[in-house]
Nanobody
Framework: QVQLVESGGGSVQAGGSLRLSCAAS????????LGWFREAPGKEREGVAG???????RYADSVKGRFTISRDNAKNTAYLQMNSLKPEDTAMYYC???????????????????WGRGTQVTVAS
């Protein structure tokens, strides 16, 4: 059983930055793939970024060039650095873990086995 706790959300002005953290426990973190998802009211859950166990990264087109996913295996923590935030980035952000993610599966919720409870990001215009 993997436990995930997200933190770092908050309210910022458009153009601002936030760094989300996802602290994991209960499994060998370095073996896991991780994904960040978001869900806004009235919208479907969207895959934002993914990183596999060897550090390969993938991003949704809507965040490429603005968001960066990373991991620190020594700290059992993954991060999502979000720059140039836009009002449309407003959502609840969740991290999730799974054994393997690929180019066509990283943004599918079914790829992941464990999920955190989320952290709210609000971007004001």
């Amino acid at each position: 059983q993997v436990q995930l706790v997200e933190s770092g959300g908050g309210s910022v002005q458009a153009g601002g930055s936030l760094r989300l953290s996802c602290a994991a426990s209960g499994y060998t973190f370095s073996r896991l793939s991780l994904g960040w998802f978001r869900e806004a009211p009235g919208k479907e859950r969207e895959g934002v970024a993914g990183i596999d166990s060897v550090g390969n990264t993938r991003y949704a087109d809507s965040v490429k060039g603005r968001f960066t996913i990373s991991r620190d295996n020594a700290k059992n923590t993954a991060y999502l650095q979000m720059n140039s935030l836009k009002p449309e980035d407003t959502a609840m952000y969740y991290c999730a873990t799974g054994d393997y993610i690929g180019d066509t599966s990283w943004d599918l919720g079914a790829t992941y086995d464990f999920w955190g409870r989320g952290t709210q990001v609000t971007v004001a215009s």
